[in-house]
Each structure stands twice: as structure tokens, then as C-alpha cells.
Nanobody
Framework: QVQLVESGGGLVQAGGSLTLSCAAS????????MAWFRQAPGKERGSVAT????????YYANSVKGRFTISRDNAKNTVYLQMNNLKPEDTAVYFC????????????WGQGTQVTVSS
């Protein structure tokens, strides 16, 4: 079992920055990939960024590439999403997710944290 707790969401003006954190606990040794997803009102949930728990693999959605950076601190069992040059279209609930080794898809999800970017 893996538990994920997100923090760092809030209200920011366009062009500003926020850093989201996702603290993992439980069987973190079984994690393979962690990711950030987001869901805006009336939209489907989509992938934002992905990082391997070990190694150097990262992936970014085209809409955030060059503005967002995903990183990890294995000693703290924490994944971060640094968001720069935020745009109103980035407004969404952001979810942290973990893919457990030996499975496909993301097995564990955080509760979500609201990010609102004002014009």
C-alpha cells in the first residue's frame, strides 16, 4: 500500500510560479513511476509530467514542456512539480499518482490540490 499526500497548491497570478509536493509513504520501495496529472472543470484528467522513481526518465506534456519541471528526493520519498510562467489555462486540480512495480497504469492517487491562475 502506498499513500500520497499533496501540498503546495494555491492562487497565483499569470506569469507566477508554484511548487507542488507529493509525499509518499507505505511501500515506497515498490514504486516504479510517479507522475502528476491535472483535471480542469469540464475536462478529462490528463498527464502533466512523469518521473521514474529510480533512474533518469522524465516525460512532460507538450502544453507544459519548458515551463514545468518534475523532480524527486528519494530520501524524503517526495516528488515535486516546479511550475513556472503559469497561465490561466493551467488552472486545474493537480493529482499525484504512483505506478507500482509489476503493474500497468497508476495504482495510487493523492486527493488532489487546487491550482488557480488568475488573469
Amino acid at each position: 500500500q502506498v499513500q500520497l499526500v499533496e501540498s503546495g497548491g494555491g492562487l497565483v497570478q499569470a506569469g507566477g510560479s508554484l511548487t507542488l509536493s507529493c509525499a509518499a509513504s507505505g511501500r515506497t520501495d515498490s514504486m516504479n513511476v510517479m507522475a502528476w496529472f491535472r483535471q480542469a472543470p469540464g475536462k478529462e484528467r490528463g498527464s502533466v509530467a512523469t518521473i521514474s522513481w529510480r533512474g533518469a526518465y522524465t516525460y512532460y506534456a507538450n502544453s507544459v514542456k519548458g515551463r514545468f519541471t518534475i523532480s524527486r528526493d528519494n530520501a524524503k520519498n517526495t516528488v515535486y512539480l516546479q511550475m513556472n510562467n503559469l497561465k490561466p489555462e493551467d488552472t486545474a486540480v493537480y493529482f499525484c499518482a504512483a505506478d507500482v512495480a509489476g503493474t500497468s497504469g497508476f495504482d495510487y492517487w493523492g486527493q488532489g490540490t487546487q491550482v488557480t491562475v488568475s488573469s
